[in-house]
């Protein structure tokens, strides 16, 4: 059974894919390998992934819990993103050296910072092992086994399309990974939340770190005597540029998808659950802006909040507009009909509807949840009371702390409430008072009775909610028993999608695992009428420059560049004038996780840091619609060009292979 299944799986990754869209596996890549070459790619599956020789994969790493970085050069030099190394870049920072506002370029190796809790792992090898599995061994044994095999080995058992396949992938992990160069924030977050999700883009959006071995260029702790790593294989980078058409590939790992998802999960997404993350936070976001803008110190205090909670925020607002638009539940319902009636299991999908409406009211609360009561911190360490901003901050937490208790108990319809805050706002009169009486606690005595007791009555309804679900998932909308049946459901599409020898192939969903997607440079149309080009130049971030609003202030060494236009070996010819590029748009399947993913051209080398989507793109998570689905990056030769002419540290393009 388990045999023709795979041989089953196998034959359908045959089938050419729908235009760009998939996130494939690499070690699987050899199915895809000859739509890539048609596609203009030049290099072999083997080149992609290989565990008998250097491949590309040894160039890509996992960095941190949730970007993708790439290797640059022999002595481990590892490019990313500005707001993937942000947190790093800001531990260094302080009022003296406030690397996060005027950047922070290593002189000398020496310089290099260390970063406590930052790692990178790079894929050793990964194979499948559902028969493994089917045969009785378990993920635990499987994973000691691999973890055992090297040092810095961290290995894991994944599933894909929903546990009919299992994944075992090897990591090598190195912990001692140190800041090299960071663009100030006016490039590398240039725009800000502002241009967030939107093109046209003019952000520098890179970081620069190096991964350090010890001297057998194994795994080890941070040490002065460490020395820069040697990878097995580094990206050369082309100073070419892209244009408009252009093969481009991507490699990295993508964090979450959802394309095999129930109508009703669609419906859900889209008219329940976005709208109400979104209506919640807007409110959110307000009071935050309001506190903001009353002070400069206001401002920084909350610049990451701010920044974390409105990128999802925006996105889902794009998600919510991009179903819509694609009329995403009623294709959903159509393939469903079609499903019941080609493969006769129309039943796994009633079992499906009514599981998801029981698990309903236990995913929208924690849902819900999450988005209020989970947000508070009920208390404040003795070092953010004893700053003094503290008493400027104190009314927008208060107003924060109102506005979770409000939200939570006019939403809270589906589930019996939380004991202590019903019996809590009953006493106080109403949510707004209750939330008082509790933030005055947090600000005045943290550990007393009643904080201890209402975290424990969340704690114990998250208990229910986890224990009703069976999963402590909240990725997507899932429940144990539903994926059970999803299991059933996806393998019944695919037997489906075979018999019929559809087109599309299909591909698992992202789980963070590591993924090549493969497209073009590309426009698109924004709207009737509206063509937007896929490059964007320094003239734009000139033309958007404004020393007056925060997020387009640029550098006045970027002004007096583009006033002389003294750009060196980086500058270009477009349209008739001499210019740089800075972001280009292409059609590769990404999400978020693919934040610093290489995006290398038909040979193989590198000519972009991707860093976003656009704003029409953002339902591409659960409904890919090649026609607008763009994703974003950083052109190298920007890259290059702020390193060697912004921050004057035109060595380090010497340790890299220039193309
Ligand atoms: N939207 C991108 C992503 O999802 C970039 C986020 C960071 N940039 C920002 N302005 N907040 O991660
Ligand atoms: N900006 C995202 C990231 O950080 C990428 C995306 O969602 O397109 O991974």
Redesign the pocket.
């Known amino acids: 059974m388990k045999r023709t299944l795979l041989t089953l799986f196998t034959l359908l990754l045959l089938a050419p894919a729908k235009a760009d869209e998939g996130m494939w596996l690499p070690s699987l890549i050899a199915h895809r390998i000859g739509d890539m070459r048609a596609k203009g790619f030049r290099l072999t599956a083997d080149d992609i992934y290989s565990i008998n020789k250097a491949s590309m994969k040894d160039a890509v790493v996992l960095f941190g819990g949730g970007c993708t970085g790439e290797l640059i050069s022999a002595e481990g030099l590892l490019l990313t ?1 500005h ?1 993937c190394g ?1 947190d790093a870049i800001q531990s260094h920072s302080s009022v003296e050296h406030d690397y996060l506002t005027h950047g922070f370029w290593a002189r000398a190796r020496e310089e290099e910072l260390p970063n406590k809790g930052l790692n990178v792992k790079f894929l050793v090898r990964m194979e499948e092992v559902t028969d493994r599995m089917a045969a009785g061994e378990t993920a635990e044994e499987i994973v000691r086994q691999a973890e055992a095999e090297g040092r810095g080995y961290k290995a894991r058992v994944e599933q894909m399309y929903y546990g009919n396949q299992q994944f075992l992938f090897v990591y090598q992990q190195f912990d001692d990974v140190r800041l090299v160069a960071a663009p100030p924030s006016s490039i590398g ?1 240039f ?7 939107i093109w046209p883009r003019h ?1 520098g ?1 890179f970081s620069v770190f190096r991964v350090y071995a010890g001297p057998d260029n194994q795994p080890a702790a941070y040490s002065p005597d460490n020395i820069p790593y040697r990878p097995r294989r580094h990206f050369a980078v082309s100073t070419k540029g892209v244009e408009e058409g252009d093969f481009t590939m991507i490699y990295g790992f993508p964090g979450n998808t959802q394309q095999y998802i129930l109508s009703d999960v669609v419906k859900y997404i889209a008219e329940t659950s976005d709208p109400m993350k979104i209506a919640i936070r807007t409110r959110r976001l307000g009071i935050i802006a309001e506190a903001q803008a009353s002070d400069p110190a206001l401002r920084i205090c909350y610049a990451a909040k701010h ?2 909670i ?3 925020w ?2 889902w607002q794009g998600e919510v507009l991009g179903i819509d638009r694609l009329g995403t539940y009623a294709k959903k319902l159509e393939t469903e009909r079609r499903f019941a009636e080609a493969t006769g299991d129309g039943e796994v999908l009633q079992e499906l509807k009514k599981e998801f409406a029981r698990a309903l009211p236990y995913y929208y609360t924690r849902e819900l949840l999450a988005e209020t009561l989970l947000t508070l911190a009920y208390g404040y360490t003795a070092e953010e009371k004893a700053d003094p901003i503290f008493a400027e901050r104190e009314a927008a937490e208060r107003a924060l702390y109102r506005q979770a208790f409000e939200e939570y108990a006019a939403r809270n319809t589906l589930l019996p409430t939380i004991a202590e805050v019903a019996a809590g706002i009953e006493q106080a009169g109403s949510p707004a008072a209750y939330a008082d009486r509790i933030f005055e606690l947090a600000v005045a005595d943290p550990k007393a009775e009643e904080l201890t007791a209402l975290k424990k009555g969340i704690a114990a309804l998250h208990t229910r909610i986890v224990d009703e679900l069976g999963t402590k998932s909240l990725r997507n909308f899932n429940s144990a028993r539903m994926n059970e049946l999803y299991a059933r459901y996806v393998e019944g599409l695919r037997r489906w999608a075979a018999a019929e020898k559809r087109e599309g192939a299909m591909f698992p969903d992202a789980n963070l695992t590591l993924r090549v997607a493969y497209g073009k440079v590309a426009g698109y149309e924004y709207a009737d009428g509206e063509y937007h080009k896929p490059l964007t130049t320094l003239d734009g971030i000139i033309a958007k420059d404004n020393p007056e609003i925060y997020d387009y202030d640029i550098p006045q060494s970027l002004r007096d560049l583009h006033a002389t236009k003294d750009y060196g070996r980086w500058g270009v010819e477009i349209d008739g004038r001499r210019t740089v590029p800075v972001c280009f748009l292409a059609t590769n399947h990404t999400t ?1 996780g693919n ?1 610093g993913s290489p995006i290398l051209n038909a040979r193989g080398e590198l000519v972009g840091i991707n ?3 656009t704003w029409r793109s953002t339902m591409s998570d659960i409904e890919f619609d090649p026609t607008i689905c763009r994703n974003i990056a950083v052109d190298i030769r920007y890259v290059l060009m702020v390193i060697d002419r912004i921050g004057g540290a035109g060595y380090l393009l010497d340790e890299m292979t220039l193309r």
């Open positions: 993103n707001h942000y977050k725009g800000g939340d502002t241009d967030n999700w952000t959006d920044a974390t409105a990128n999802a925006k996105k978020g934040s860093f976003d989507r």
